[in-house]
């Protein structure tokens, strides 16, 4: 029993990953702004709005972000994605203004 949750945790942290590495855009620029919860990618990406939600999954962000048009789109990044500094600012600006919660 142990060793199936095991295996099927491994399974899904895999897909997950899998499915993070093709959404991610390989190269861009992100602007937030720690005020009102404002987001934007450049690049591969193009995407303006607001956080409307964020989860990590173990080096995943999760990011649900509502444009201004109400269409929402969930964009994942991956921590390798950027350095360790942004990273932090990042996470730090998108859970302060987590505005659905649980």
């Known amino acids: 029993m142990i060793f199936s949750a095991i295996v099927l945790g491994y ?3 895999k897909i997950c990953l899998q499915q993070c590495r093709k959404s991610t855009p ?3 620029t992100i602007l ?6 404002y987001i934007e990618f450049q690049g591969a990406l193009y995407l303006v709005g607001k956080v409307s939600s964020a989860q990590l999954f173990i080096n995943i ?3 649900q972000v509502t444009d201004y048009s109400g ?3 969930r964009v994942l990044i991956g921590q390798w994605a950027l350095s360790a500094q942004d990273w932090s600012h990042l996470c730090r600006v998108c859970f302060a203004h987590d505005t ?3």
């Open 11 to 13: 399974v899904g942290y």
């Open 71 to 73: 269409a929402r789109q």
């Open 61 to 63: 962000l999760c990011l």
């Open 100 to 102: 659905i919660r649980t």
């Open 26 to 28: 390989s190269s861009g």
């Open 32 to 37: 937030i702004t720690e005020s009102d919860n």
